[in-house]
């Protein structure tokens, strides 16, 4: 059976801490993996990953893809309190569209 | 429209009674996804709309839950003979070949 899981399931940082947000996945056919930050109701998107070592940058965030020990991380830098929510990594498999979503890790950052 | 748009946004039922919920993706966008989400669960997929093939249902929970797409945009999903247990965040998808955008959801509670 396809999963993802994600760790640690929570986690609470003082502004300024570094975070690293982990994603483990056995998926058959594995195609794509995605990182989503969930606020409220909607989750956002943050990064789409495909090829293995290639790391993805936006800001303070920033992920990477090992697709030989099939996981990746989210690493946020310099955390400040907006970064408070859950985030979720999904992943996909070649000839399907459908996403697996892992539980998310819901991380507080406190002031 | 700009976003994926679902309606309403909160719903409240009594226990036995039906409800639709809907869901508006974005202009063009061929692939629309139904998930929901428990309270402290990640995203459960529940059924899958690509353009004008047979969707895939096999995530619905149970026979009570169905949805339509028609004319290939506007999606609408029904509960049947709601249950408690079905009180959950609905969420709706539409996806690019990068990635999902996500509705805002709909906030369902069965009393």
């Known amino acids: 059976e396809d999963k993802v899981v994600q760790s640690p399931l929570s986690l609470v940082v003082h502004e300024g801490d570094t975070v690293t947000l982990n994603c483990s996945y056995e998926?058959?056919?594995?195609?794509?993996l995605l990182w989503y930050k969930q606020e409220k109701k909607a989750p956002t998107f943050l990064f789409m990953l495909?090829?293995?070592?290639i790391e993805k940058k936006s800001g303070r965030l920033s992920s990477i893809l090992d697709k030989k020990e099939l996981f990746s991380i989210l690493n946020i830098t310099a955390t400040q309190t907006g970064d408070s929510a859950v985030y979720l990594c999904?992943?996909?498999?070649?000839?399907?569209?459908?996403?697996?979503f892992g539980t998310g890790t819901r991380l507080k950052v406190l002031a | 429209g700009a976003g994926v748009s679902q309606s309403p946004s909160n719903k409240v039922t009594e226990k036995g009674k039906d409800v639709e919920l809907r869901c508006d993706p974005i202009?063009?966008?061929?692939?629309l996804y139904w998930y929901r989400q428990s309270l402290g669960q990640g995203l459960e997929f529940l059924i899958y709309?690509?353009?004008?093939?047979?969707?895939?249902k096999s995530g619905l929970p149970s026979d009570r839950f169905s949805a339509e797409r028609t004319g290939g945009s506007v999606s609408t999903l029904t509960i049947q003979r709601t249950q408690q247990e079905d009180s959950a965040v609905y969420l709706c998808?539409?996806?690019?070949?990068?990635?999902?955008?996500f509705g805002s959801g709909t906030r369902l509670t069965v009393v």
């Open positions: 495909t090829s293995s070592g």
């Open positions: 998926v058959t056919n594995f195609r794509s």
């Open positions: 202009s063009g966008h061929t692939a």
């Open positions: 709309f690509q353009g004008n093939s047979a969707p895939d």
């Open positions: 998808a539409s996806r690019t070949d990068r990635d999902y955008t």
């Open positions: 999904a992943a996909s498999t070649s000839g399907t569209y459908k996403y697996i």
